[in-house]
DNA sequence: CCATACTGTATAACATGTGAAGTATTCGGG
DNA sequence: CCCGAATACTTCACATGTTATACAGTATGG
């Protein structure tokens, strides 16, 4: 009797070769860095970039609606809604009602949201420096331009709902 | 009556030249193209790496503890935790307590759980290979290599708890 | 031995990620 | 006009991430 044919071993990429652990794991070393002084101000990333977002928008009329906030903060709806929620209550943004579409909410940083932002940025920056002389900055935008590269390749591949790509 | 020094603008990287932003962007556009086929299997995309943490141990005496695994697939403990539940509930994988040291539980996989591995890597190693083919192997390779390069770098600045660096 | 510190794992509590369904408003064709 | 489709958010339900805490088992110094 001949022996049954040996199972084919399952052949998988090891966990270190593998793309998205190595961004997982990546990400997760950079924003180690970060937690802990977001912590001190309350804060988390997500609620961050939020704010972050709101800044960009500029004090002037900075009203962004919350679809535009969550493209720029790369945040889904569900999670931005308890994040705006929150933020509301803390007093350091303001919701209102878009006059021409009554859907959309405009939102805009309150003077402590923005007292806020000008508490937290400088901190920031300044570990953001720290990687920037760690890795060479140089080196740095490069892997950012690749990340994109690989962001448009993928994309390509399964494009996000509703991007026209 | 001079006008008050204008408030020195919070100046702010952009979120698009920042780099947790770059990473998770680059992450999410990655799996995107596997979550669906992960469903499918009713597997989420850590389900699976503990599965493949599993199977990369081999067939033969291939049982890991828990920390080990934790290791292996980056899931801190309250997370696994509640995997193998689930992974055990579903007759995919054993524990048992290690007699040599019973604080420790040693997880090796069913044959049901070696069916699924077999069942579900072809397909997960062939949308793999689509992004190799995108986007270049060779980029691709020395992609890995620089997040790897970043991930020293920032471990550095603060190293993880239990990191011996 | 034994009290104590330490280790491996699990649980609790809260925030976010993800997919699906719900609500209010607007838009567009008949 | 008016009704059905589309849009902008929100809410729900469940899985994971993150931190702190609990707890059993093990090692260690006295």
Do not use: C, K, N
């Not at 209102?96 to 405009?106: G, M, N």
């Not at 805009?108 to 990687?131: F, K, M, N, Q, W």
Request: a negative charge.
């Amino acid at each position: 009797m001949t022996r049954s044919p040996a199972p084919a071993p399952v052949r998988l990429r090891s966990f270190d070769r593998s793309l998205p652990m190595g961004l997982l794991r990546a990400r997760e070393a950079a924003m180690r860095l970060f937690r802990a002084h977001l912590a001190r101000h309350d804060l988390t990333e997500q609620r961050w970039r939020v704010l972050r977002a709101l800044t960009a928008a500029g004090p002037d009329d900075g009203a962004l609606d919350v679809g535009e906030v969550a493209e720029r903060t790369f945040l889904l709806g569900p999670s931005l809604s308890r994040i705006l929620g929150d933020l509301e209550e803390r007093g350091l943004l303001a919701r209102t009602v878009d006059p021409a579409d009554q859907r959309r909410s405009l939102l805009t940083l309150t003077p402590a949201g923005r007292d806020l932002v000008a508490e937290v940025a400088p901190e920031s920056e300044a570990i953001y420096a720290g990687i920037e002389e760690r890795f060479g900055a140089e080196r740095l935008a490069g892997l950012l331009a690749d990340l994109r590269d690989l962001e448009d390749a993928l994309s390509d591949l399964m494009p996000r709902p509703g991007d026209p790509r």
